[in-house]
């Protein structure tokens, strides 16, 4: 798997990287500068749309659930006539909040995310390493 993403990073075309700083309204202003770079890059809007959903999911995560800081790296491989664009959201590992009671927390909310991951992209996993957790989706262009 290393070997593997070493070679697409070589490969890469395009890369950005946000920090996403642990305050209200975070996540919707990074997206934005998340569509803005895939607009810049030709992405297509399916591609993109898909895209800036497995973003909001991963963000949300880790703005919840993960220590900060939180990076957002998106990195767009073209090759063979298609794109893949790869999405990571690296934190600095979990965070133990207080136990909320069962019935503070409304299942229609929350638990969706990791789902909505696993539907849209073509593969994506979790890399746990000395600086905290990265979590990651591909998605191939049609």
Known sequence: MAVELNTMLREAVAEHVWRLPP???????VRRGAEAVLAGW???????EDALLVVSELLTNALVHALPPADLRLVWFRGGGSGTL?????DAGPLIP???SSSAVDPDEHGRGEHIVHALATRHGVRVHSGGVTRWAELVAA
Not at 86 to 90: G, I, K, L, M, P
């Open 42 to 48: 030709g992405v297509s809007a399916g591609l993109a």
């Open 23 to 29: 305050v209200t309204g975070a996540v919707s202003a």
């Open 98 to 100: 207080a136990q909320p």
């Open 86 to 90: 790869r999405v990571e959201v690296t």
